[in-house]
């Protein structure tokens, strides 16, 4: 299999812990250039990861004069839509990490950019390419749960709170856990709906813990200073069918009921959550009953062989669109809608009102 030449603009955390890794243990990608605003990190970056040759820059539309086919855009969340805008226009397909963008107005932005230009774009929400998810995704197309009309999405943390980059900034990510945390579940359970016409939006957004000095965060106490986003949101979502969505995330909340990246779906022949590894409810024979699929690899007791992460099949498949012409799994339209509900959760939880599309 030929190599595919990617340019990577944002080396830090996303890029370090997911896809330069997975990148590397896919061996079909050969990273030729990198960039940073802090140019040692990008040149770390290419120590670990890239050719010999590659460029090290500190302006990504240097990179992009590279002779490179594709562009990994893994930065704060502001920049997403100008550096993938930019890199289309250059002629490269483009990875860009979740979510899509801070506003819907630049998600949509990059969507016709990608249409208009004919390049490839789609968005790094690889909790699509879970073995649960996977298996509930293939349930929920042969209509295994019927008419999926109520739904929840799952992106709940007691109090883990990340501590460190750019996450309590609201001017460079555009919120909190709903947009970092809360559009993994969100597009989870859109994706398992196949549904993707909103109606309204009805949200509320909270900043009640985040001026607390004795936090117990998993990843030590926050600045309260520097926490200039929320710490919890919730958003009521009605489809233009009549199905309904609770979408709840959280950073910080005095709650048990820690889930995240997982979804809730409630149909009119079964039903499914996350909550115990994947479980499908349903009634069979008369009778209520409970089926947890087995998700192991091999699905045999003395196979001991590792399964795939999600990222590791995320590389694989946007390889082999760029490549091969496949399939995306993560259209960009798709993610589109996902951005546009959650700055409609925002907008409610500021003005007080419910928004109409």
Known sequence: MRKLR????????????????????????????????????????????????????????????????????????????????????????????????????EAKAMVETAERTGKILTIGYQNRYRTDSIYLKKACEAGELGDIYYARAHAVRRRAVPTWGVFLDEEKQGGGPLIDIGTHALDLTLWMMNNYEPEMVTGSVYRKLADQTETGNAWGDWDPNVFTVEDSAFGFIKMKNGATIHLEASWALNSLDVREAQTTLCGTKAGADMADGLRINRVNHGRQCVEKPDLKAGGVAFYDGKEEKGSDVEQRVFYNAVVNGEPLTVEPRQAMVVTQILEAVYESGRTGKTIYF
């Open 6 to 105: 990617v340019g990577v603009v944002g080396c830090g955390g996303i890029a370090n812990g997911k896809h330069l890794p997975a990148m590397k243990k896919n061996g079909n990608f050969e990273i030729v250039a990198f960039c940073d605003l802090i140019e040692e990190r990008a040149q770390k970056a290419k120590e670990e990861y890239g050719t010999e040759d590659a460029g090290v820059y500190t302006d990504y539309r240097e990179l992009l004069k590279e002779d490179v086919e594709a562009v990994y855009v893994l930065t704060p969340n502001s920049s997403h839509a100008p550096v993938s805008i930019a890199a289309l226009e250059a002629g490269k397909h483009v990875m860009c990490e979740k979510p899509m963008a801070k506003t819907y107005a």
